[in-house]
């Protein structure tokens, strides 16, 4: 699982029935270092994921990728490589006991 932006949405033309009503969202995957800046930007490489969340532009959501993103169809087969699985509500960087960042660049 891995966090990212919601930075805008797409459309299918034609429709893949599997797919109908939900909606589909470009994400900008969260590099580490700008995580910790907590500076509002992602620094990955975009990829179109499927949401049924309803995250809005600029929100950051939590998403999976491969087999795992299909997951929520099973047992029909679906097109999807990446699913949003949940919207991030705060995230905390920095252990406040050691007062130092838990994770290293």
């Known amino acids: 699982m891995r966090l ?3 930075r805008g ?3 299918l033309t034609p ?3 599997e797919l109908q009503g939900k909606t589909l969202v470009v994400l900008e995957p969260v590099t580490m270092a700008n995580l910790v800046a907590k500076n509002g ?3 990955g490489k975009s990829l179109v994921a499927v949401d049924a969340l ?3 532009k600029g929100q950051m959501v939590a998403f999976t990728e ?3 993103a299909a997951n929520p169809y099973w047992p029909t087969r679906v097109p999807v490589d990446a699913y949003c699985t949940l919207i ?3 995230i905390t960087t920095g252990n ?3 007062k130092q960042p838990e994770v290293r660049q």
């Open 54 to 56: 309803g995250a809005a």
């Open 15 to 17: 429709v893949v029935e």
């Open 41 to 43: 930007l992602g620094g």
């Open 88 to 90: 991030v509500d705060s």
């Open 9 to 11: 949405h797409v459309t």
């Open 96 to 98: 406040t006991q050691m």
């Open 66 to 68: 491969g087999t795992e």
């Open 4 to 6: 990212a932006y919601v």
